[in-house]
């Protein structure tokens, strides 16, 4: 197993670019994931540290040793791609058994039924082995190619959505399997998804990509209780985080935060305070989570404030409660056994010690309190 | 290339390495040699429609435009360009009409229709010379039976390719007879390809078998019309085979298509550069039909995928 | 009431119609054919006044076998349209990956430029070829003949498999350069085996083509090599009482290629329509 280093890599398709500068570094036994929307570029960094795409600027190394001039089957990584990259004219067997097979990586037949075998009862397709790929489901394809990724002893695992296409309960099961299998084997693995849940599962550490560029590298704590930015905020989190714009209010040695058209005063927790008072702007916009919310039917003092109920969503084990205060939407997590008509009054009011603050011009983190509880010293990339 | 391996700054990591940057070109280095050798056929063509090269004669120079300013003003070409135009565009008529009717009747799927499918490939498979073989066999005023089946209905001693105002149209039977079953076969497999749900749920609206071919069925096999269109009409556009195999041009000159001309003029008569300037006419013609029905059909495939 | 009788007359006649009209082209298509074939069973004498009740005979499969070198004919096709075919194939499958994997300006030009060959007059073609052959001694040879047959073989099998080519996602070839093989390799044993159907489909079909061709040989070849479709043509000029004979050059000339139509329908289809259907 090994450490990768992506220093100041930047690929282009003609005029399109892909990578904008990247420098990352996963260490040794690392589970690393990386998270973003579609098009931000994690299939193609994946590919360049597999080799598979040349980056114009910038140096891939793998263990300290400069692999931008080593071809993919030099650089011992292993790949599920996202779209499977199955051999459509071979059988299951002869997919997973392929890697084994050829001149770098040969072992003889015995060892190759042996791995063939473990690898297809760990994910349950054992019985579809002698089927091509045309005759498989999607899942099944896609097992297919996990298993013909994980059936090495690579440097690095690299995995592109590998789970997308299972059903929720196959998913769930594979996540422990993974996991399990990277402590076992102290393997190094880079795991592309954009489920957050998954995301914030699996990883030692998670690198988020926007257009390009790394937004922000920490691990899921730091990702979910100071994000770097608003963008980042919003990935985290279901119901996703209510940002809300307010103003902010210096009165002599107070500080505090109103909403537009509202007059109760949000009051920063203690530690909070100074940051915002020297902030550059007025503009301010409070992170707050659906969970840090608390409503009620009746107003239960001054700092409640009053809207309506827009809309109710039970989804399980609770309810999310859109709520409509003015021109904005505000979605509260409450108990699963809270009923609401529509265009009911409803009143809520923020938990402010959880909150998190945002430039409101750039969309920057400024604050939120007890930080020092959720960063660790940040690492480069 | 400098630098050695001791010192690292010297190698440029993000130039892709020599071996794979050649490697497009030592796979493309035996088509490109095919490719260039049939190129120069081509140039060499142009080149030598400015001389006078003829076989009659010991050397050759230059004439600059005379030849093409010869045949420019001559009856010959412009005989040679109706003919052309004329056979183009009545033979793939022709067989663009007959070939999609018949496509449209073997659509429906039953045992009478697929061992027609298999028989009807044969006619495409015999060569030009040998199609006006089995025709004139046919059609001999002597022996042929086609001869005696006219016979029947009080036609005697039909002329065929022997008489003026027959001869294209005996030309554009046995072209036919020949190359229908190219446009079956791609319209069939157009309408085989074709997916099933917009015609379900035509017949689910209730509508008449013509509203469903005028909206759904032709649109959708433009693309693979236009493909038989492109390779019938360039082909029909210098047939030369079946012409010179049945009259050589004749009788007279009713069926010298450009190519017959051609042929004749540089051949027959040995005076190959003032033929040559005919061909490159007949060249530039199909050259940019076939560009614009290309994008013709990119563009209706295009279409058609998006429905 | 009455929509409903009309409904069942059309079904009824829809049949009826549509076979009477298939039957009418099969006449028209096939029946020459029969007529080739009973032909070449005919002895001269009978062709005059019988139709279809005579004497079978195989005096003129015999004139035509032994009596002539149309067997010599034959072979030499087959020579031929095969080399230029297993020549195309070499050459043309590389130039097709190329054009379908390499990203350039003007690519499509390029693609358009080689298909236009196979439109180009034959005959423009054919003469300065003519002075070049000769002035550089390939005249009337097999490496002549077969060199200009890829104007008509190389641009349908570029084509077609360059469309293949693209069928391919470019990741199972970055999966297998993962897995440890060569590009080379990867070539190999991984993509031709993906794009055979069209490059058999392809090859029958450009197979065909220089079978059948006729202008090439005419003028290209002369004493020594004497493709079928030439020597075809000598049978009209001359033996113009032997219809016997002339009908069993016929069949022998088309014989081959009928039979592997039979066989390879599909790929036919495929190749026809240019792969465009890749079913």
Redesign the interface.
């Known amino acids: 197993m090994a450490q990768i280093e992506l220093q100041g890599i930047t690929k282009k398709f003609g005029d399109v670019t892909a990578l904008s500068d990247i420098d990352l570094t996963v260490r040794d036994n690392e589970f690393f994931v990386l998270f973003g929307p579609a098009g931000a570029g994690k299939t193609t960094l994946l590919?360049t540290i597999?080799?598979?795409e040349?980056?114009?600027?910038?140096?891939v190394k793998i263990d300290g040793q400069?692999m931008?001039?080593t071809?993919?089957?030099d650089?011992n990584?292993?790949?599920v791609?996202e779209?499977y990259?199955?051999?459509?004219?071979l059988s299951v067997y002869d997919n997973i058994a392929?890697?084994m097979r050829?001149?770098?990586?040969k072992r003889d037949e015995d060892y190759i039924r042996q791995s063939v075998d473990k690898v297809t009862n760990m994910m349950k397709i054992n019985h579809l082995l002698e089927r091509k790929p045309s005759q498989l489901s999607n899942g099944q394809r896609q097992r297919v190619a996990l298993g013909?990724c994980l059936v090495r002893n690579p440097n690095v695992f690299l995995m592109d959505e590998p789970l997308a296409h299972l059903d929720a309960k196959l998913r769930h099961f594979m996540r422990g399997e993974l996991k399990e299998m990277q402590t076992s084997i102290n393997s190094t693995t880079i795991y592309v998804t954009h489920d957050y849940m998954e995301a914030m599962s699996l990883a030692d550490r998670i690198a988020v990509l926007n257009h390009g560029r790394i937004i922000q590298t920490g691990t899921a704590q730091e990702m979910y209780y100071t994000p770097r930015n608003e963008f980042v905020a919003c990935l985290f989190g279901e119901p996703e985080i209510n940002i809300l714009e307010a103003r902010r209010q210096v009165n002599g040695a107070d500080v505090y935060l109103t909403l537009p058209g509202q007059s109760v005063k949000l009051l920063p927790a203690e530690d909070t305070a100074a940051a915002l008072r020297e902030a550059e702007t007025d503009n301010i916009h409070i992170g707050m989570r659906g969970n840090d919310i608390s409503f009620a039917f009746e107003k239960n003092g001054d700092d409640w404030i009053e809207g309506s109920v827009y809309a109710n969503e039970p989804i399980g084990n609770k309810v999310i409660m859109t709520v409509k205060v003015g021109d904005i939407k505000i979605a509260v997590t409450c108990p699963n056994d809270t009923a609401a008509d529509m265009d009911q009054t409803v009143y809520i009011k923020f938990n402010m010690v959880n909150a998190i603050y945002f430039h409101g011009e750039t969309q920057e983190f400024i604050i939120r309190n007890n930080m020092s509880r959720y960063t660790k010293d940040q690492q480069e990339g | 290339m400098f630098g050695s391996k001791k010192n690292n700054e010297e190698i440029n990591y993000n130039e892709i390495p020599a071996h794979i940057r050649r490697r497009p070109y030592y796979i493309i280095a035996p088509g490109l040699v095919i490719l260039i050798g049939i190129m120069i056929p081509f140039i060499t063509a142009i080149f030598l429609s400015f001389t006078n090269y003829s076989f009659r004669l010991p050397k050759w120079s230059f004439v600059g435009l005379r030849n093409w300013i010869n045949m420019f003003t001559s009856k010959e070409f412009y005989h040679a360009l109706s003919v052309t135009l004329r056979y183009g565009i009545f033979a793939t008529a022709a067989e663009m009409l007959l070939g999609t009717g018949v496509a449209l009747l073997l659509k429906k799927d039953t045992k009478y229709s697929r061992i027609l499918k298999v028989l009807f490939t044969f006619p495409l498979m015999v060569a030009p010379a040998v199609a006006v073989l089995i025709w004139q066999l046919m059609t001999s005023n002597t022996v042929g039976v086609l001869e005696k089946v006219l016979n029947l209905i009080g036609v005697y001693n039909f002329p065929w390719a022997a008489s003026h105002s027959t001869a294209m149209f005996t030309a554009i039977v046995i072209d036919a007879w020949v190359n229908t079953s190219f446009v079956i076969l791609l319209v069939l497999a157009g309408i085989q390809s074709l997916p099933k749900s917009p015609f379900e749920a035509a017949a689910v609206d209730g509508a008449s078998a013509w509203f469903t071919f005028k909206t759904l069925t032709f649109p959708m096999l433009k693309p693979f019309m236009y493909i038989a269109l492109l390779f019938r009409l360039m082909a029909a556009l210098q047939e030369f085979g079946i012409i010179y195999a049945l009259t050589k041009g004749g009788p007279g000159d009713t069926l010298m298509n450009i190519s017959l001309t051609g042929y004749i003029n540089g051949f027959t008569y040995q005076k190959l550069a003032s033929a040559l300037p005919f061909l490159l006419v007949l060249w530039l013609l199909i050259n940019k039909t076939a560009k614009f029905l290309v994008k013709r059909q990119r563009h209706l495939a295009n279409q058609a995928a998006g429905k | 009431m009455n929509q409903h009788k009309q409904k069942g007359i059309m079904r009824i006649l829809e049949p009826v119609g549509r076979n009477l009209g298939l039957t009418l082209f099969a006449m028209f298509a096939l029946f020459p054919l029969i007529w080739m074939v009973i032909c070449a069973f005919k002895s001269d004498a009978q062709m005059y006044n019988t139709v279809f009740r005579f004497t079978p005979t195989l005096e003129n499969f015999r004139a035509v076998l032994i009596g002539s070198d149309y067997f010599r004919a034959f072979f030499q096709n087959l020579l031929v349209a095969g080399g230029a075919v297993i020549v195309t194939v070499i050459a043309g499958v590389p130039c097709a990956y190329a054009l379908a994997r390499y990203n350039f300006r003007k690519k499509e030009d390029v693609a358009f430029q080689i298909l236009s060959f196979k439109f180009a007059p034959e005959i423009m073609v054919i003469l300065p070829i003519f002075l070049i052959f000769q002035k550089i001694g390939i005249y009337d040879t097999y490496l002549g003949l077969i060199w200009v047959y890829q104007l008509i073989t190389m641009p349908l099998l570029i084509w077609v498999v360059r469309g293949y080519f693209e069928d391919i996602s470019v990741e199972v070839e970055q999966a297998a350069q993962l897995d440890g093989y060569t590009w080379y390799e990867v070539f190999f044993k991984t993509l031709i085996p993906l794009i055979k159907p069209g490059l058999v489909a392809s090859a029958l079909l450009a197979f065909i083509f220089a079978w059948n061709s006729f202008t090439f040989p005419l003028i290209l070849s002369g004493s020594k090599i004497q493709t079928i479709t030439i020597t075809a043509l000598r049978y009209i000029a001359s033996d113009t009482v032997h219809y016997g004979q002339v009908a069993v050059a016929s069949t022998i000339a088309v014989l081959p290629e009928v039979i592997v139509a039979l066989f390879i329908q599909k790929h036919l289809v495929r190749g026809l329509s240019f792969g465009a259907v890749k079913g």
């Open positions: 590919k597999a080799g598979a040349f980056p114009e600027q910038g140096l400069i931008n001039h071809e993919s089957k650089r990584v292993s790949m791609f779209n990259a199955l051999y459509p004219n392929s890697p050829s001149k770098l990586y013909r």
